[in-house]
């Protein structure tokens, strides 16, 4: 039975500005030699993130678009999550339709007197350009089912402001490393916390403990839910003020190079007990 499972944001975390996840290999490696789980947790989406998968040889759950979707690899660990279906992964929907995130952010642009530019609003070369992804990803990172990721082109609001409005509309609003999110009332923490009663808790006769690894206000709802918070540090050096938890460990390193630093030394303070 693993000591650990392990839930990680992607974007500023496991993968750095360039999208490399090359700087966590040593513990990534680690983890697959002593069995331990790794889930993956992101605002991406399905396309996007089983790209990575493929890339990295992962065969674990993953949870798409901020929590819009929890997808169960057949076979991992045991049982079926209530409420799940799909043929091929476990699939467990909390997120709201694309199509009704899409026309409430039309609505919020109106009545805030702003112009918000979700990802729909965008082509492929677009968003290419504005993010630094290739075509290719780009084109992954358009095919959304749950989640609006969107900036504020013209006019100036706060996050309480867009949190206000998307209240309005039965939605939420938070914020990444890059892009305000717009979402149903599904979130990152909530995804984290079916899959943690719904297969890691039935592990008897002692349940792994439970880390979490995220670097912005985004991964807060995923942090609180697990037994070892971990934050890495931004680009720039600086932790997400943020995110304020009581048991919070700080990585040294940002992204991927902490991510790598504070699961080694979490392996290794485990080995020495």
Known sequence: MPRFIVFTDLDGTLLDQTYSYEAARPALKALQEQGIPLVLVSSKTRAEIEHLRSRMGHRGPFIVENGGALLI????????????????DQVTVFGTPYPVIRA????????????????????????????????DEARLALTREYDEPFRVSDGHVTLADLRNAAAKHGLTCTKGGGFYHLLGPADKGKACRHLIDSHVRLLRP???????????????SMLAEVDIPILVQRPDGSYDPDVNLPALRRAAGIGPAGWNAALLDLLDGERSL
């Open 73 to 88: 690899p057949q076979g991992w660990l045991h049982g079926d999550p209530e409420g799940s279906s799909g043929a091929h």
């Open 104 to 135: 409430a952010l039309k609505e919020m642009s109106r009545s805030l007197h702003v112009t918000l530019k979700g990802f729909g609003d965008m082509t492929v070369q677009d968003l290419a350009r504005l993010s630094g992804l290739s075509p």
């Open 206 to 220: 002692e349940s792994p403990k439970t880390v979490g690894i995220g670097d912005t206000l985004n991964d807060r």
